[in-house]
């Protein structure tokens, strides 16, 4: 019961705050005396601060207000793309107050490597966030593949060429979870207020998909809801690494827009010289993105029949296309989606782009202590710096 207050709390805090143990009281239905010992633990966790009597003239901010804390528990982001490996550390509030990147050429490369050089990079921004009062008490990992969260496996990763892959339970001390970066994407556009209903795409070398379903993330019978990828566009078309023939991936993942632009793939971020090439208006560029987006609008419209979404949101690194995706897209869905008229302002793009996943990771254990503030504040106060 008192863990749950606890949450209820916190929760008003995190909806409301900056507010006063009576406006808690309030927004709890709990009384009075009850917030203000739930408070002192609440305190003592780091997981709230006091910000002290409001400045005198200043309306709207009652005394001793509380907030959730700038310092304290914190949440691990990690992600290994095809090109790049990522890390970055979210406070309470949500912040990302550390982050670092790396581009890396991970697709074939043996996983232990690319592992410890993900722990490196993760201790890094660990100890920047140490130094700023922080205390990651959970890390996520964001895959760009099939992922058993329950046994922490990576059943499949194609393009980074991972096949049943355990994961280590722990990183740097800390629990470790894995995740498949779509939904993680789509967890981050949730989190900041984003719709209920949603498609989420997300592409870079391969291209995922996730639905948010009344709120929550829609796994499927197995987990690996959410493959659009490998959804056929044409079903005699080119041979898939998956297999099967005529998958979108033949025609709007990066290997094949780089393909059909006559591009040869850069040493990393093909979506960065993609995006460039497109700036400077090249013709072959412009026309294999058109013929990408038309092939994630076909594929899309029949997922959007299927679930009537309320948006369908380009995440990932092809947010950064969107300008090229869009109108191929967008014709496809409104010539396709039974209810009509489609409105083309149902399909946007993320203003977290590439960032998505990455920051989901890393609310992943921000939302954990959230729901449960005292598995955080069982594990003390927080350490000095170093
Ligand atoms: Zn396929």
């Known amino acids: 019961m008192r863990r749950q207050n606890l949450a209820l709390v916190l929760g008003a805090v995190a909806a409301h705050g900056p507010l006063s143990r009576a406006d808690a009281a309030a927004a709890t239905g709990l009384t009075r005396a009850a917030v203000s010992s739930l408070v002192v633990e609440l305190l003592q966790g780091g997981l709230v ?6 400045p005198s003239g200043r309306v709207g901010r009652p005394g001793n207000a509380l907030a959730l804390s700038p310092r304290g528990p914190a949440g691990l982001g990690l992600e290994v ?3 790049h490996l990522a890390a970055c550390v979210v406070d309470l509030r949500g912040e990302v107050r550390a982050e670092a990147r790396l581009p890396a050429a991970n697709r074939g490369r043996p996983a232990d490597a690319v592992l410890a050089e993900l722990a490196g990079l993760a201790e890094r921004v660990t100890a920047e966030a140490r130094g700023l009062g922080l205390r990651p008490v959970g890390a996520t990992l964001a895959v760009p593949g099939l992922v058993d969260a329950a046994t922490g496996t990576v059943v499949r990763a194609p393009n980074l060429g991972w096949s049943a892959l355990e994961l280590p339970g722990t990183l740097l001390g800390l629990p470790l979870v894995a995740e498949n970066e ?3 994407g789509a967890l981050a556009e949730l989190w900041q207020g984003g719709a209920l209903d949603v498609v989420h795409v997300s592409a870079e070398a391969g291209i995922g998909a996730a639905l948010v379903v009344g709120g929550r993330l829609f796994r499927g019978a197995r987990g690996f809801a959410g493959e659009l990828g490998h959804v056929p566009v044409r079903p005699d078309g080119p041979d898939c690494a998956c297999g099967a023939r005529g998958c979108l991936e033949q025609y709007a ?3 094949a827009v780089l393909a059909a632009a006559g591009l040869d793939p850069a040493p990393e971020d093909q979506v960065g010289l993609l995006a460039a090439r497109a700036a400077a208006g090249e013709p072959r560029v412009l026309a294999a993105l058109e013929q990408a ?4 609008g076909t594929a899309l419209s029949g997922a959007v029949n299927l679930v ?3 948006a369908v949101v380009l995440g990932g690194a092809y947010a950064e296309l969107g300008a090229w995706l869009l109108p191929g897209m967008r014709r496809e869905l409104a010539g396709r989606v039974l209810v ?3 409105r083309p302002e149902l399909l946007t793009v993320s203003a977290l782009g590439r960032r998505g996943p990455l920051l989901g990771a890393a609310l992943v254990t921000i939302r954990r202590i959230l729901d449960d503030p005292g598995s955080a504040a069982a594990s003390g106060p ?3 710096a170093g």
């Open 49 to 54: 601060v006091e910000l002290g009597p409001a």
């Open 81 to 83: 793309g095809v090109e």
């Open 182 to 184: 779509a939904n993680l």
């Open 253 to 255: 993942g990066e290997q």
């Open 293 to 296: 987006g038309t092939a994630l």
């Open 308 to 310: 009537d979404p309320a």
């Open 340 to 342: 009509r008229p489609w």
């Open 382 to 384: 927080p350490r000095s």
